[in-house]
């Protein structure tokens, strides 16, 4: 699908039980966010699954064709949260034990950014209205396995 028809398309992102996906590969996306919190900007990022992923169906893996963004992440490889404290030191889990997960914090106040806010409501750093805006989203692709399991998928995503 064309980036103008994502972009008009609006919400494509969805929310349901944790999910185990894998792939060979992998990208971070890049947007920035204001912190409820302080009001500064903060760098965001999201964990991206190739086209050609694979995800856990019951007992069988299914190959999904198309890309998608990860949120809600509740899992990730030791090889994956490695890559992130080098590259990504502010999307980890949070230290209060009763919100399970990785989520982004804050660069300047360490306040947690809520995905929800990031990846489902239109205007959000993962979910641009304008072609400027995904434009703005930076994407690092990594040569890396990806395993991950994530309750929140943003189909085919305009970045
Ligand atoms: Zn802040």
Redesign the pocket.
Known sequence: MGLLAQLAQGDSAQVGRAMKIRADRYAIASASAQ?P??G?W?QVVSLVAPERHERLLERDWETVAERVSLFYVTQLSAGVRRRLATLTPWYRQPAAASQPGFVNH?E??A?PLDDHDLHCEPGGAFQPQTLAEAQGIRVWEIAEDLDAEAGGCGHDPAF
Do not use: D, L, Y
Request: proline letters at 0%.
């Open positions: 912190c919190a302080c500064r903060t804050c300047h106040c306040h």
